[in-house]
């Protein structure tokens, strides 16, 4: 029988810091990038909003067409140059035909092709009385579609962006329907809601469909408008913690092993002893 994820895969969670210069953001991506697929990453990620800052005001400013934009390109041509599977994090777009702006991550191939196209489906809209206020839903569209990503020859991944991590429906349909090995999210948790629920959403997803889970935040940035949490990670199918950034850039690796999925399914066989009789099977909608 298969393995859900096929061989070892070394993957890489970039945390930096995007400033309000596109270019220099986009500089620091490729040499962040650079050096994780110099230390052997196959998968890299980028964060949520990597090219600018995270905010309402700022997400037409910056706001590219895709495929057309400067960014896009530049993520391809990376992927192309080191020859790994990248998850280019987010950034805003502009629709050309509608004129609607998006929350969107871009997937290429070790060629440089577009792999796949993730518009954030959650819109992040809090208000927590004296602490934060963020309303994205001021500016942006909601996408409508579940993404996975295939990528030979390991497996498939599922895709969301911050915010869709709170919602377990996208991973469920993914793990159960797709059969992906991990769910990946570029999010910009902040320093309110981050102490309180990132590392316990990212053990919740993995543990729930018994898959890793990768996280990868901006670094945090104290004078910036938006105060990033950082502690990208990697967690396990048994929700175990493999590697966890602090608050600053890095770059943080760990190693996906085969065999891992089966062996924790095997020992918790929750994929087999759902009862579908008594609640519905949100993956088959």
């Known amino acids: 029988m298969s393995k859900i994820l096929s061989k070892n895969l070394k993957v890489a969670l970039i945390q930096l810091a995007a400033g309000a210069d596109k270019a220099k953001n986009l500089s620091r991506v490729k040499s962040h990038v650079l050096t994780a697929a110099s230390n052997g990453a196959q998968l890299i990620v980028l964060p949520e909003c990597f090219n600018s800052p995270y905010s309402v005001a700022s997400f037409p400013q910056y706001a590219e067409a895709i495929p057309s934009g400067d960014t896009t390109s530049f993520l391809s041509e990376l992927a192309k140059q080191t020859a790994t599977y990248l998850v280019g994090g987010s950034i805003p777009e502009r629709d050309e035909a509608s004129g609607k702006l998006y929350n969107t991550s871009l997937s290429f191939s070790?060629?440089?092709?577009?792999?796949?196209?993730?518009?954030?489906?959650?819109?992040?809209?809090?208000?927590?009385?004296?602490?934060?206020?963020?309303?994205?839903?001021?500016?942006?569209?909601?996408?409508?579609?579940?993404?996975?990503?295939?990528?030979?020859?390991?497996?498939?991944?599922?895709?969301?962006?911050?915010?869709?991590?709170?919602?377990?429906?996208?991973?469920t349909i993914a793990a159960r329907r797709d059969n992906v090995f991990a769910m990946v999210y570029p999010g910009a948790f902040n320093t309110t809601t981050g102490p309180l629920h990132w590392e316990l959403l990212a053990r919740a997803r993995a543990v729930d469909n018994q898959i890793f889970v990768l996280m990868c935040s901006p670094a945090r940035d104290l004078t910036a408008g938006y105060h990033a949490y950082g502690s990208s990670m990697v967690v396990d199918p048994n929700a175990k913690v493999l590697a966890c950034a602090a608050e600053g850039e890095e770059i943080v690796y760990a190693e996906l092993e085969t065999g891992l999925i089966e062996d924790c399914r095997s020992g918790i066989p929750v994929t087999v002893q759902r009862r579908f009789d008594v609640y519905a099977n949100v993956a088959e909608q």
């Open 110 to 171: 070790p060629s440089g092709e577009i792999i796949a196209k993730h518009r954030k489906v959650h819109l992040f809209d809090i208000d927590i009385p004296g602490k934060i206020r963020f309303k994205e839903s001021e500016v942006l569209t909601g996408g409508d579609a579940v993404t996975v990503i295939d990528l030979p020859p390991y497996g498939k991944i599922g895709l969301g962006i911050c915010y869709d991590i709170r919602f377990p429906e996208l991973a």
